[in-house]
């Protein structure tokens, strides 16, 4: 209990400093920086659309209004112009939300126009379960999508009545059927999970992954609950949320999915055989830098944290005038941007000291030795089949790598989940500051906190 308490005020420390931006003017705060030379980056865009809005999620979202959504998609074609106009190559895309299919026709259009523009060679697009019809399919596949993910979060029909999936997406049964009719068509199909509801016994989660093991799915991301304050009290009226009992139901995860999965990241596991090229949710973790685009969107370029404003009216109009949505931006220093490039690398269950160590020119335990400490006294390094480390060509205890192991892996869940829970009570702050003073409350928060 003692290491969880650590951990947590560890990620709060860390967490606090990443999202306390720098003050300076707008042009300092708005222009995305030079690119460097011919790096490919990844390009995520943010839809933040939705046929409803789920009680436990606090990701940036707005019911559909298909009026603003159009000026939306109009905003976000010209932001991605911005970028080529600034240099920028991708070569991956990453469609989040928000629901990135709920229109279809203005989807399509904004990824050919990302092909017109880049040679992209993968593309990730998040959707429900109540579109995973032929005509989206089949539109999906024509766009090169390689990777569809697909919102679940449980079969078990209580817990999709409690969170208000059950009317909107139908039963878990249901979802079974359609998860089994697109097996195949893509190169990754993945299936977005939670544990740890307030509702969740562990009865249920053992049924959910007797499930997902029967549908075998190319991809399954298991995130524990990452409640924000503001949906917090929506899910107590089910319970009372407690960490107590998440170690013992990732441990139940791990167990039931190891025989025939293995861990692309803390929370995803892949049964794609070693070597595979393919996108994981979590793609802070295999991409190093990373464009963010869309209103709420976070990115890293150039040593540099940044995010878009969280107001979608306030996203539409700045694009009107040709100018980028960018509210606010933070440049690390060398020791943060070491910090951060080992917090996401362990996130994916490896690290190349070596290989970190030649990009940064600089003695790497001088920084991270508390955190090296921390993690070998706790037993969190070992042997484990990492998928990650396969696919850098790594073997497994190869001189130099970091590896953790099935404790260490918890570790990491915990921080990032401590990490993500602090973006969505920024988020929410940013939102409700915004709500209260218009576009200029959001300035001020994200300058202060």
Same mark, same amino acid.
């Given at each position: 209990?003692?290491v969880e308490k650590l951990l947590s005020r560890y990620m709060e420390s ?140 449980s079969f078990q029909d209580p817990i999709l009545k409690a969170i208000g ?84 139901? &990732?441990?139940?995860?791990? *167990? +039931?999915?190891? #025989?025939?999965? @293995?861990? !692309? ?5 892949? /049964? $794609? ?9 979590? &793609?802070?973790?295999?991409? *190093? +830098?990373?464009? #963010?685009?869309? @209103?709420? !969107? ?5 040593? /540099? $944290? ?31 941007? $070491? ?111």
């Amino acid at each position: 209990m003692l290491v969880e308490k650590l951990l947590s005020r560890y990620m709060e420390s860390r967490t606090k400093s990443i999202l306390t931006f720098d003050h300076g003017s707008p042009a300092a705060l708005c222009v995305p920086p030079q690119p460097e030379g011919d790096k490919n980056y990844l390009l995520y865009l943010h839809v933040p659309f939705c046929e409803q809005l789920c009680p436990y999620c606090s990701f940036n979202r707005a019911p559909l209004d298909r009026p603003l959504a159009e000026a939306y998609f109009q905003a976000l074609e010209q932001e991605i112009r911005i970028y080529h106009e600034r240099g920028y190559v991708f070569d991956s895309i990453y469609v989040g939300g928000g629901t990135p299919t709920v229109l279809p026709d203005r989807l399509s259009s904004v990824v050919r126009l990302v092909g017109d523009l880049w040679p992209i060679r993968q593309i990730s697009v998040e959707t429900n379960p109540n579109h995973l019809t032929v005509e989206m399919t089949d539109l999906l596949k024509g766009l090169g999508v390689n990777r569809l993910s697909v919102g679940v979060q449980s079969f078990q029909d209580p817990i999709l009545k409690a969170i208000g999936r059950y009317e909107k997406y139908g039963s878990g049964l249901q979802i079974q059927e359609q998860l089994r009719a697109v097996r195949g068509i893509f190169d990754t199909l993945n299936v977005d999970m939670i544990f740890n509801f307030p509702m969740q016994d562990e009865q249920m989660l053992l049924r959910d992954l007797k499930i997902l093991k029967a549908l075998e799915v190319d991809q399954i991301t298991f995130y524990p609950l990452m409640a924000a304050r503001r949906v917090r009290g929506e899910l107590e009226k089910y319970g009372k949320i407690s960490h107590s009992r998440e170690k013992r139901y &990732y441990r139940r995860i791990w *167990e +039931e999915l190891s #025989g025939s999965y @293995s861990p !692309s990241s803390a929370w995803c596991f892949s /049964r $794609i055989e070693a070597g595979a090229d393919h996108l994981i949710d979590e &793609y802070i973790v295999t991409n *190093e +830098e990373y464009a #963010g685009l869309g @209103s709420g !969107s976070f990115g890293y370029l150039g040593g /540099r $944290i940044y995010a878009n404003t969280f107001s979608i009216p306030g996203y539409i109009e700045t694009l009107r005038h040709g100018d980028p949505p960018v509210v606010a931006a933070k440049r690390f220093s060398q020791p943060e941007q $070491i910090r951060y490039d080992f917090l996401m690398k362990m996130f994916g269950g490896s690290l190349d000291m070596g290989q970190l160590r030649k990009k940064y020119d600089t003695s790497l335990r001088k920084v991270l030795w508390k955190e090296l400490l921390f993690f070998r006294l706790t037993g969190a390094f070992g042997p484990s089949r990492n998928e990650q480390t396969r696919q850098e060509g790594l073997a497994p205890g190869s001189p130099g790598v970091l590896e953790l192991n099935r404790k260490g892996y918890y570790f990491l869940v915990m921080l990032m989940r401590e990490f993500f829970t602090g973006v969505n009570n920024f988020r929410e702050a940013c939102l409700s500051m915004d709500e209260a003073t218009g576009s200029k409350g959001e300035k001020n928060i994200v300058r202060s906190v």
